[in-house]
């Protein structure tokens, strides 16, 4: 069982599953999308994070060994829980649907799927239940970023950023104020453990200083021994 969430405010997503290739994968691309994901690796697991992590939905695996996804999913109405559940499985029947929905899954994915479509629907289930709102900007102080047009603005005029750029700058949106590791921004950006030259990092922190930030009130802070930090110059 593992935790992975670093973005405060963001909707909170446990991703459920035995086969760490596919939870890893649905975790770099939930990350990616914005979303604070912890992931458990069996059915005991999830009711343990279902408590502690209060996710505001799981994408629960529906053959695991021991206590399956449909038999969670029954612990979990006996909680009274209202947590939507996106039911992964490899097995296609009308049978097993009907089943998932009944016990008050929200969606039914069967694998192999696309990441893409499944993330869609994840968006999807979270705006009709109101656990999640999206309007495509994120702003701090003077920054501006539109998510959806992939725009820029520093002081209202835009900003001209590589992809990397734009990926960088939006993490350090996603998280101001915090202390970022360079760990974190490493793999969150970089959408892996980067076992390369870590001094790329530095490379693009450099590029994205001298196009969105300011002399005279820089936004983006080195903090010593740990990373970076998106925050307002202290007085």
């Known amino acids: 069982m593992a ?11 446990l ?15 939930l990350r990616y999308e914005g979303f604070e994901v912890a992931t458990a690796a069996d059915g005991p697991g999830c ?16 053959m695991m060994p021991g206590l399956d996804g449909f038999a969670v999913a ?17 097995r296609d029947t009308t049978e097993d649907k009907v ?6 899954g929200d969606d039914y ?71 970022l590791t360079r760990a974190q921004i490493l793999d969150h950006v970089w959408n892996y453990d980067f076992g390369g030259d870590g ?3 530095e490379t693009y922190i450099s590029y994205l200083r001298r196009k969105v930030d300011r002399p005279q009130r820089p936004l983006i802070h080195t903090v010593r021994g740990v990373g970076y930090s998106l925050r307002l110059p202290r007085s």
């Open 47 to 62: 009711l343990e994070l279902h408590g502690s992590f209060r996710p505001d939905l799981i994408v629960l695996d529906v």
């Open 199 to 201: 001094r790329i990092l």
């Open 3 to 13: 935790t992975g969430g670093d973005n405060q405010g963001a909707a909170r997503i």
């Open 99 to 104: 089943r998932g929905l009944t016990l008050g």
């Open 109 to 179: 994915v069967t694998k192999p799927f696309s990441v893409e479509e499944l993330v869609a629907r994840i968006r999807s289930i979270l705006r009709r239940t109101g656990a999640w709102e999206e309007d495509g900007r994120l702003v701090f102080d003077a920054i501006e970023l539109d998510e959806d047009t992939r725009e820029v603005f520093r002081d209202g005029e835009p900003v001209e950023l590589t992809d990397t750029e734009f990926r960088l700058l939006r993490y350090l949106m996603l998280n101001p104020r915090r202390a």
């Open 74 to 90: 029954e612990r979990l109405a006996e909680r009274r829980s209202e947590v939507p559940i996106v039911f992964l499985t490899a």
């Open 15 to 29: 991703v459920v599953d035995d086969e760490p290739s596919i939870s890893e994968l649905l975790s770099m691309a």
